[in-house]
């Protein structure tokens, strides 16, 4: 019972019409396009030939604790790192989710966030942000607060629109949780990859457990390591459930994020995608805001227009007409139905292309 509720069927139906077809171009991509630096390629081999190819501590090695606690100007003891942000994200709520508590997603949303709550036996209580530029209202957030309500997923810059939001309305939905004893989850995985706005961390607020990783920000997704970011006293219960689940992230892999860090190199791997994408969400938003309803990306790579028709019919014409490949909508929670998202996580020319492509097909 608690999987009955998740469907895997609307993704293996696009790639099975997707494999069908020629020259598709596939904006439906949730990682960054570029590939993991050599240089920490280099970290990761030189670490592996020299034994980092064991368990490490639950929590993981000190020295890339120290360095992620240096960022947040935590202590290390507030600092777990887990095998991918998605395996800190089950932990938690299987620490803290209870069974038929109330679970609040603001919607549009990243899915995972609507398993996770399923897999618990949660009531899921979505709010819908389009009216609000895709930003949740702490005052929509009061109405609907009640003490059962266990947790709260906040991520911004989010997946699926792009938006940042604003260190007054985050520190007051921190403050509405507080009050109902209620635990927010902000997932700050996008943090790094941000435009003009730049995104407010919720690390070091009593009541938020901030989860983040390395997956986007260096394009190490296949590598699988992220980190909870909190208080003391929900570490223990988070290790419960670590220590049976992912155990520890890649020795090697550890090793080699942690060398990055200290030694400066993270910033420039970053700094120069973030140019990269900066460019791209510039032609991608100029272009589509001439054709549909569309709210500027502040962060990650994604946009999420409204096509003002059914999102299944409008992705599956799309891909049979014109060989683009977008997400539905759906994918993200209730209220999107009229809207795709689009992942400009492909090369500039590919970019081009599917632009074009998208623009004559609805006009
Ligand atoms: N949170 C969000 C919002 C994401 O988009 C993703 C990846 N698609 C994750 C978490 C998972 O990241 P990881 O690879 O570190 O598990």
Redesign the pocket.
Known sequence: SRIAGISTSLIRRMLEITASKKNVINLSI??PDFDTDEIIIEMACEAMRRGYTHYTSNFGLPELREAIANRYNVEMKNVMVTT????A?LNISLAFIEEGSKVIIPTPN?L?YFTYAKICKAKIVQIKTHSNNFELDPDQLNEVMDDKVSLIFL?YPN?PTGVVMDKSKLKAIVEIAQDHDAIVVS?E??DQIYYDKKPYSLAGYENVIVVN?F?KCLAM?GWRI?FIIADEKFMDPILKVHQVNGVCAPAFAQKAVAEVLSEGIADIIIKRMVEEFRERRDFVYKSLKNVFDVVKPEGAFYIFPNVGMDCITFTEKLLMEKGVVVTPGIAFGDGNENYVRISYSVSMGQLKEAVNRIISFVT
């Open positions: 949730g990682e991918g942000a998605s395996e994200l990243f995972s991520n997946n997932d995985i996008y990783g997956s997704t992220g």
